[in-house]
């Protein structure tokens, strides 16, 4: 039987202090929480075979999307659809707090990168690997 996913995700999202936190992976999604530190960004990335939406709890940032910024903040929420250039920028002077669901998963499950320099080193190791949470 499986069980899925449910908890306090605002709780969830506001209490994390790491770059990205993979906390459950299906076989069609994934949620992960990140927080981004003031003046830090993911990068520039395109998934050309999936979605992504993104979930504002805390900061203020900018979700550029094939080259227009989307000014965001607390409760805000952004689409990206596949194939489309994107970045997620912290231009506050606080950490910018979200969550992110991928369709489909994009990492490892569980995986836990504390920096964006640990995400950086370690990405291509821990590209989704078809494993589920359950």
């Known amino acids: 039987m499986k069980r899925g996913f449910c908890d306090d995700i605002e709780r969830l999202t506001v209490d994390n202090e790491n770059f990205r936190h993979v906390i459950y992976t299906g076989q069609h999604l994934q949620l992960v929480l990140m927080t981004l530190q003031p003046g830090e960004e993911i990068g520039e990335e395109v998934h050309e075979d ?3 939406f993104f979930r504002v709890e805390e900061g203020q940032g900018s979700v550029d ?4 910024e989307n000014p965001v903040m607390d409760d805000f929420a952004v ?4 194939g489309a250039r994107h970045n997620v920028r912290n231009t506050g002077t606080e950490p910018l707090r979200l969550y992110t669901i991928y369709g489909p998963p994009e990492h490892k499950d569980k995986i836990v990168q504390r920096t ?19």
């Not at 999307?65 to 227009?68: E, P, Q, S, Y």
């Not at 190791?125 to 359950?134: I, L, M, S, V, Y």
């Open 65 to 68: 999307i094939d080259g227009r």
């Open 50 to 52: 999936r979605d992504q």
């Open 116 to 134: 964006k320099e640990d995400a950086e080193a370690r990405h291509h190791k821990e590209e989704w690997d078809g494993a589920t949470t359950e």
């Open 79 to 82: 689409i990206v659809p596949a």
